[in-house]
């Protein structure tokens, strides 16, 4: 079993900067980040390979976010930048344990099964 705690999200204007942290409880083989605004579908918005660091980005946060990872710590975090009120959503951390090379969408979140609580990012404008 895995459990995932949040942190770091908040209420920011339109330009600013956050990051998310989110620390797991045992070894996982890949990592993602996902939101979902009231009213909307959930959305990957970036995911890491925990053994190679490959990162996957939605191209709605592709250049703006950036996904990273402390493996001492088992920890991921999402540094997020120029960040805009369409950003605002609840945000979750997921991980996958059982390795797949290839056939599957890394911003899926129905292939994690895995899942934080979510936090909640607010961006003004």
């Known amino acids: 079993q895995v459990q995932l705690v949040e942190s770091g999200g908040g209420s920011v204007q339109a330009g600013g900067s956050l990051r998310l942290s989110c620390a797991t409880t045992?070894?996982?083989?890949?990592m993602g980040w996902f939101r979902q605004a009231p009213g909307k579908e959930r959305e990957g918005v970036a995911s890491i390979s925990t053994g190679n660091s490959d990162t996957y980005y939605s191209d709605s946060v592709k250049g703006r976010f950036t996904i990273t990872q402390d493996n001492a710590k088992n920890t991921i975090y999402l540094q997020m930048n120029s960040l805009k009120p369409e950003d605002t959503a609840m945000y979750y951390c997921?991980?996958?344990?059982?390795?797949?090379?290839?056939?599957?969408?890394?911003?899926?979140?129905?292939?994690?099964?895995?899942w934080g609580q979510g936090i909640q990012v607010t961006v003004s404008s």
């Open positions: 045992a070894s996982t083989y890949y």
């Open positions: 997921a991980a996958k344990q059982t390795m797949r090379v290839s056939g599957w969408s890394r911003l899926d979140g129905a292939e994690y099964p895995y």
